[in-house]
């Protein structure tokens, strides 16, 4: 049994309150992360992709449905871990390529550590991508017990191997410190959900478990076991009909994993997340239809993420939430559930959202800063004594309210590609614009943009986009080292620096 107190507090920009847990039994919890998932990819969005795994969790669970993540891999994950937005960490612009020194800085605590803290044993699978070049920065030194996955942000599914030009290819697979040679047979989505099947079989401690599987799907390279993908004859478009097959094989690999926790008898002490990290990759068969945009945009089809929570913790269960919930809220929401202390932490733009989910009480949560990017080129024209350049790239939610100013990157929609594919309809956007006004509550599709009708609450939000920016801290985006090059390193990714 939970139960809770609200503690509250307050800041310039909104209320922040955290749901201190108080539980006789602390859970074990399950963060499943995809990879470029589509929010037109799973079942009960329409999908033509079968999910029934994920569909039956998620309906006997708290569907989130107006729930943010970011455009792209290393923006989210390391929100997911610090509680921070990208402009509180140095990670606004881009990912963390292999041969770049930058990582997800050591300032703050992250959630393994402070999970740890509260006596959990901490477990990760599958993917990284926060940075490794310096050993102190490896998931075994920030809070994980165990790790067993790549560190880099996507490879071969089969072979482990990543490049990042002709003259950068190198293997990327650990055990823990240690990297191995791969089994060139196994596909990486089985591989990771046996080792969170064997970890769960192997479970013989008092202490309850946090652990992270952070699937390789259903990210680019496009492959995946034929007798997944034939299940989706039907689909002409070859790179669509390869792409259902790798949804299949996730999830079926869900229901594994989870099916391992009911056999060990502890999947009613467990609370289960699914995320994804941002929006489908139109070029890689993902599709986000009927929001607008795609991966690495900051239209809804790049942000508007799929998620869900599962657990019998859960006061309402088989119902969607439409409160305004973010990436970042995961941290103080996990860490009030362990039981657990935010003491020691920099000042969070996460909020605990447990109530929320488990109540459905209203969110904590007004503001949500999609980001802001000064290393973007400059598009248009600053308005008028806006306090804000509007030339540069970002995004502000304030309750319905969404702004983006500068290049938000492909504004069109992508239909769902059928045995008879249709066209996409074109972002019809001049050039030069750099700012759009849109109310998500009744335009979720971003189709009708009204920042010529609303001045004042476009020089409102402009307001607050320039409130966070004062806040911000320099954006790390170091040039690619020559010494990461896995030719140096035995031919493997890892750390180079002392």
């Keep these: 049994m939970l139960t809770s107190v609200t503690f509250c507090v307050f800041n310039l920009f909104m209320s922040f309150c955290f749901v201190k847990v108080a539980n006789t039994k602390q859970p074990h919890i399950l963060f499943v992360l995809a990879d470029d998932y589509g929010y037109n990819d799973i079942g009960y969005h329409g999908s033509e992709i079968k999910t029934p795994n994920l569909d039956k969790l998620s309906a006997e669970g708290v569907r989130l449905e107006n729930y943010y993540v970011q455009p792209i891999c290393t923006p989210t994950r390391s929100q997911l871990m610090s509680g921070r937005y990208q402009i509180h960490t140095g990670l606004q612009h881009g990912i963390i390529w292999p041969p770049q020194p930058n990582a997800l800085p050591r300032d ?24 490794f070049y ?76 946090f652990l992270y599987l952070a699937f390789q799907a259903v990210h680019g390279p496009l492959e995946v076991p034929s007798r997944y993908k034939n299940k989706y004859a039907f689909i002409k478009d070859k790179k669509r009909q390869t792409y259902a097959g790798m949804v299949d094989a996730l999830d079926e690999a869900v229901g594994k994993v989870t099916a391992a ?43 508007h993420g799929v998620g869900f929570v599962h657990g019998k913790a859960l ?91 500068g290049s938000p ?20 956007s001049k050039p030069e614009q ?19 009708y609303y001045p004042d609450m476009v020089m409102k939000m402009l307001t607050m986009l320039q409130q966070l920016n004062v806040t911000a801290v320099p954006c790390a985006y170091p040039l690619a080292d020559p010494n990461s090059n896995p030719k140096l390193h035995g031919g493997w990714w890892g750390p180079w620096e002392m």
């Design 434 to 452: 750099n700012i759009w006004l849109f109310n998500i509550a009744k335009d979720p599709v971003e189709r009708v943009d009204l920042s010529a």
């Design 409 to 428: 990157g492909n504004g069109s929609w992508i239909p769902e590609p059928t045995r008879e594919n249709t066209s996409m309809d074109i972002d019809s």
């Design 134 to 209: 310096k050993e102190e920065y490896l998931p075994n030194n920030r809070g994980f017990d165990t790790f067993f996955g790549y560190l880099t942000g996507s490879e071969d599914y089969y072979k482990k191997t990543n490049c990042f030009s002709t003259n950068f290819c190198g293997k990327d697979l650990r055990d823990n410190f240690k990297p191995i040679l791969p089994n060139s047979s196994e596909y990486s989505t089985e591989m990771y959900s046996k080792r969170v099947i064997d970890l769960v079989n192997n479970y013989n401690s008092s202490k309850p478990m």
């Design 315 to 405: 006061q309402k269960k088989g119902t969607i939430s439409s409160e305004l919930i973010h990436v970042t809220d995961w941290y103080p929401t996990l860490i009030g559930l362990a039981g657990g202390s935010l003491n020691g932490t920099k000042p969070l733009d996460g909020f605990d959202q447990w109530k929320t989910i488990s109540e459905d009480a209203k969110s904590p949560r007004e503001i949500l800063l999609h980001n802001i990017d000064p290393l973007t080129k400059p598009v248009g024209v600053k308005l008028k004594e806006s306090p804000f350049d509007n030339r540069y790239r970002a995004a502000l939610r304030w309750r319905d309210w969404k702004v983006i100013t």
């Design 261 to 303: 926790f009911q056999a060990k008898g502890i999947w009613d002490d467990t609370i289960m997340i699914f995320s994804t990290d941002n929006g489908g990759q139109i070029l890689k068969g993902g599709n986000n239809w009927p929001l607008r945009g795609w991966k690495g945009s900051l239209w809804e089809g790049g942000i």
């Design 108 to 131: 703050s605590p992250i959630l393994p550590e402070k999970l740890r803290e509260a006596g959990y044993s901490t477990h990760a699978v599958g993917k990284w991508h926060l940075g």
